[in-house]
């Protein structure tokens, strides 16, 4: 499958993502994600029988295979977050691709998966996590309020995040077999909503849409949407809400040894049949 590349929106500034992400490591990154996608990782990768030799880290903002290579894995491979969306690997050559917190920043995500597809070994397997869904839902809200009532609109503050649903068939697309997502819902709670902002500077996760506001933010407009925040999403003993969704992703390249779904019609026993041999039950 080719990448839609020139097709795709251009919705991020990934040369302005790789100068935020440096920034956060030079000034002491804010890892609570990671380190919980890291942990997760392990497990669902235990999880899986076979064995990996050869692996590929894709843009992860941070280590995630913390064993040394050799204890598992014949080679490793890391990634790191550039400018262009390019995979250099080349096809059917790794066993592993795995990502953590990096795939809710590409233009083309369709594109991405189908470069990851062709770099699989037959029976390959991709595992990775995003954030997706309703995560920073309390901030886009807030700031959204503060802005329509401080300033008569609204600008693009927060991206846009895929669905479950969404990133399924996106594997599928990709002509990945056996497609697996799900959720795991994060609630971090914070003194106010600047120090959460602070954590996403930390995490080289602050605003890098194309079409971000350019000029700074109006006082009034910031402590209206704290304000708000507060009012809204904040807890009995005063301190806010910020919920973060992490999206896990599985997919295989197609082997022969992989379970096949039964073709339309080749069932041996009718739905009707069974339904009738109920009710005489």
């Known amino acids: 499958m080719a990448s839609n590349a020139l097709l795709a929106p251009i919705l991020f500034d990934r040369a302005l993502l790789r100068a935020r992400l440096d920034r956060a490591r030079r000034g002491g990154s804010v890892t609570f994600l990671l380190d919980r996608v890291r942990e997760d990782f392990e497990e669902?990768?235990?999880?899986?029988?076979?064995r990996f030799a050869d692996v590929a880290d894709i843009w992860t903002p941070g280590e995630l295979l913390q064993t040394p290579p050799g204890d598992r894995f014949k080679s490793v491979t890391h990634l790191d977050p550039?400018?262009?969306?390019?995979?250099?690997?080349?096809?059917?050559?790794?066993?592993?691709?795995?990502?953590?917190?990096?795939?809710?920043?590409?233009?083309?995500?369709?594109?991405?998966?189908?470069?990851?597809?062709?770099?699989?070994?037959?029976?390959?397997l991709l595992l990775a996590a995003m954030i997706g869904g309703d995560t920073l839902t309390e901030l886009r809200q807030s700031f959204a309020a503060a802005e329509a009532e401080c300033e008569g609109g609204m600008s693009p503050r927060v991206a846009p995040f895929a669905d479950l649903r969404d990133i399924g068939g996106l594997l599928q697309r990709a002509g990945l077999a056996l497609p697996v997502t799900d959720v795991d819902r994060v609630v971090v709670r914070y003194d106010s909503a600047f120090a959460l902002m602070a954590d996403l500077r930390r995490m080289g996760a602050s605003n890098i849409l194309i079409e971000r506001r350019r000029v700074p933010t109006r006082r009034a407009t910031m402590l209206r949407m704290a304000q708000i925040y507060g009012e809204r999403f904040a807890d009995a003993d005063g301190r806010i809400?910020?919920?973060?969704?992490?999206?896990?992703?599985?997919?295989?390249?197609?082997?022969?040894?992989?379970?096949?779904?039964?073709?339309?019609?080749?069932?041996?026993?009718?739905?009707?049949?069974?339904?009738?041999?109920?009710?005489?039950?």
């Not at 669902?44 to 076979?50: C, E, I, M, P």
């Not at 096949?260 to 069932?267: D, E, Q, R």
């Open 241 to 281: 809400r910020a919920t973060f969704d992490i999206v896990w992703l599985s997919g295989w390249a197609p082997h022969e040894s992989q379970q096949k779904p039964l073709k339309p019609g080749s069932a041996k026993a009718s739905l009707e049949a069974a339904v009738q041999r109920t009710k005489r039950d």
């Open 44 to 50: 669902r990768l235990q999880a899986v029988t076979r």
């Open 82 to 124: 550039v400018e262009t969306e390019t995979l250099p690997l080349q096809p059917e050559s790794v066993d592993l691709i795995v990502s953590a917190l990096a795939f809710q920043f590409v233009n083309d995500l369709p594109g991405v998966l189908a470069q990851i597809r062709r770099a699989l070994k037959p029976d390959g």
